[in-house]
């Protein structure tokens, strides 16, 4: 996805190279001068909750994957980056690290079942399972809420992914509230990449509910009646999510990456932004905004979900 670079809250203190799989174009504009490069990795100062309090406003520093930006072109990036963190309005999203705590959402996988492109996500070991960084879950978290509401207030559509037990009530619930297209039972293969398929079923869903309200089933024989009753519950379960959505969606979000991995493949494939709930299990680089987190706790999950259904729902109204 291609956008502008953003600022963040950084200290003074040593570095750390963080990576940014979500941004993967960088451009510039500044009268005349323009700059494309390919971003590989961002280095940065390591984050702490001091420096989230009493931090300075610093642009972060880029590294093309061939070359290092000439500093002519990097003050042209921080001069253009901060004008557009200023355009874009970067908003308070209370991220609160006590309440991320209590839900749960710093506990990770077994020490013996990580990925290891995690490790810049996991700040400890304990008791045998990994710690994951609040402050970096937090800053990811905010800049996916940043990236939704900017999405809502130009009439994007979303789509909510969490087809695993724990999640399934919490991804539909969410998405009526910010009403967003959702699928909480089993993704379909080629839901999105086979689309004219998809969109076949759901011609078929819609004129199903409108014979069973219009009462044609009793008017039919019982066999032909259950026959059709039959199909109507198996495209309500698999596609009800989704039966109002007329074109691919504009952004995915996904709340278990091992489990969605069908379906991230296919966001992938089409270029369709996503933003993952990532555990330490899971690879950052494939997700366009990865929000590190714990993946299993239904507190954790509900509390990411309100966070961006909250953006969504803001933006949305910013527009009316």
């Known amino acids: 996805m291609a956008h502008l670079l953003h600022t963040t809250f950084l200290p003074s203190s040593s570095s750390a190279v963080l990576p940014r799989p979500h941004c993967r174009i960088f451009r510039v504009s500044s009268g005349r001068v323009r700059v494309d490069a390919k971003l590989h990795d961002i280095s940065m100062p390591a984050l702490s909750c001091s420096a989230m309090d009493d931090g300075k406003i610093v642009p972060w520093v880029v590294k ?28 308070y999203w209370n991220i609160n690290l006590q309440e991320m705590m209590e839900a749960g959402i710093h506990f990770g996988h077994g020490t013996r079942k990580w990925n290891p492109r995690m490790a810049p996500f996991i700040s400890a070991k304990h008791k045998g399972i990994h710690i994951i960084n609040l402050i970096k879950t937090a800053r990811f978290l905010s800049e996916a809420c940043d990236l939704v509401f900017d999405a809502a207030s130009r009439g994007k559509q979303f789509l909510i992914v969490g087809t695993n037990s724990k999640a399934a009530d919490l991804v539909a619930r969410a998405a009526t509230a910010a009403r967003c297209h959702y699928v909480n039972k089993k993704w ?133």
């Open 64 to 91: 093309s994957e061939n070359h290092n930006l000439t500093k002519a072109a990097a003050r042209t990036a921080s001069s253009s980056s901060t004008t557009a963190v200023k355009r874009m309005g970067r908003r």
């Open 188 to 320: 379909l293969g080629g839901m999105l990449t086979n689309w004219s398929t998809t969109e076949t079923r759901l011609h078929k869903l819609r004129d199903l509910r409108v014979d069973q309200k219009n009462g044609r089933f009793e008017r039919i024989p019982k066999q032909n009646a259950a026959i059709l009753k039959r199909q109507l519950s198996r495209l309500q379960t698999y596609l009800g999510g989704i039966k109002y959505m007329t074109r691919v969606p504009d952004i995915v979000i996904i709340v278990d990456q091992q489990e969605e991995y069908t379906a991230l493949r296919e966001c992938i494939t089409l270029g369709i932004p996503t933003i993952c709930l990532i555990d330490t299990n899971c690879d950052p680089d494939l997700a366009d905004i990865s929000i590190p987190g714990n993946d299993d706790a239904i507190a954790s999950i509900r509390l990411v979900l309100n966070k961006l259904v909250h953006a969504i729902t803001e933006g949305r109204a910013s527009t009316s």
